[in-house]
């Protein structure tokens, strides 16, 4: 796979940064230590010495000093041979003036001083009090142009510390455009690995979208990012999940494709068998009429509900919102299912408590209410009753400015199996107890869309007592005196 356009935009931020800051610091070394050459380079025009037989002669003539005096100092001087090697000890007192009376230049006195006070690890002069309690500056002179660092073993010796050395006397530097390239390939390396680790879970997501719109709604992208833990990693599993839940939407598209089909089939193929009677005996045209007729209004209110649940599933917005009072359309409802309860030997009690004003779509609200109460009366034995419960309830405990609308409908039916309970609200259910033995099985699947598409929420649970208790809420907005 090419790479992408994002690959080359973190690859090229990444070394441009590395590049700038490499350059920045490779410019304060070097200043660095341009500052420091010009420095020895001054120190060697005035003549002060320094290196390692400087070193080792301030050494020497300090133990002298401190340990067998001045005296011991300058016979050891007179027996030294260092003028050959360009080297001159320079013994100062604090007046300024050199033990032998030499002439010493004040920019060279003013150096050694300044060196003198510096603490450092191999000092180039030093200030050292001798056996008889006199303090005296000791410091190294050298011809010019020799060399500051290093030891050559005198005039014209080779290096005794291998065959490259510079003109100080120290080792020769490297070319300086072998660190520039080392540091030239590490950046481009360090740069394509953190660009690469960036673009390629991106890389992955485009090919799972892609996929996603082939058609293959099973691809997952979450294999693919590895032990990664980050914000990419994050974006993957929301698509993980977004890709799941389109999935079970087309999953449950067909099934209810399939559903629809097989419930059409049925009273279609009654009708069929209807027409097909009628032609064979005429004398039977009244009755088979009759059939025909009530095939087609089961059609009919079949192809209804169908309509009514696909706007639902569709989020229609179209129907204009009211402002309904639902405790008293629940007891509307309820009147009615109640007298038609009795016609049937069963019985309907309401409660109802409070007011519950609220903005709404009052054909779904209204279709929902009726279908739970209407089923519970359908499903409910004879001589037994149906109790239903409308008020204002708390919407969550210990929040009393959140409330909610609850109608609570509790029948004495067969009940439903408890893996079932979320199934009931699904289209074209059919229990295995018979609780839709009747009906197309699209009434509680209105009901659920109806009340989700309102913000609330449905549920059902089994009475201990035998039946089956459903139960809706609506948020309400909090209170006037409750707000904040």
Known sequence: MTQGRLFWKFFLAFWLALLLAGGTVGTAVWWHQERERTRLEAERELGFGGGPRAGMLLGMAANLLQHGGLPALERAMDDWVIQEQGLDLMVVNEQGQDLRGRPVLPEVLQLAREQAGRETPRPRARWVESLEGVRYLLFVHMDKGEP??????????????????????????????????????????????????????????????????AGRLDTRVAPLMGQRSDEITDLGQEFDRMAQQLQDLMSAQRRLLHDISHELRSPLARLQAAI???RQDPAKLGMTMERIDREVVRLDELVGQILTLARLDAGARDEPEEQLELVDLCAAIADDAGFEAEAQQR?????????????????????????????????????????????????????????????????????????????????????????????????????????????GRIQARNRPGGGLVVEIRLPLKPAPGNKD
């Open 347 to 455: 019985s309907l009690v309401f409660q109802g408590a409070g007011e519950a004003v609220l903005r709404v779509r009052s054909e779904p609200i209204q279709r929902a209410f009726e279908n739970i109460i209407r089923n519970a009366v359908k499903y409910t034995p004879e001589h037994t009753r149906v109790e239903v419960y409308a008020g204002v309830e708390g919407l969550q405990e210990g929040d009393p400015s959140a409330t909610a609308f609850v109608l609570r409908v509790q029948d004495q039916g067969p009940g439903v199996r408890e893996e079932d309970l979320g199934a009931i609200f699904e289209p074209f259910y059919r229990g295995p107890n018979g609780y839709t033995a009747t009906g197309f099985g699209l009434g509680l699947a209105i009901a659920k869309r109806a009340v989700e598409a309102h913000g």
């Open 148 to 213: 500051l660092l290093g030891f050559d073993g005198g005039r014209g010796g080779p290096p005794p510390f291998g065959p490259r050395h510079g003109p100080l006397g120290g080792p020769v530097p490297p070319d300086p455009l072998l660190p520039i390239l080392a540091g030239l390939v590490a950046s481009l390396a360090f740069s394509a690995a953190l660009a690469w680790y960036f673009s390629k879970p991106i890389r992955s997501l485009r090919w799972a979208l892609r996929s996603v719109a």
């Open 276 to 278: 097909g009677l009628a």
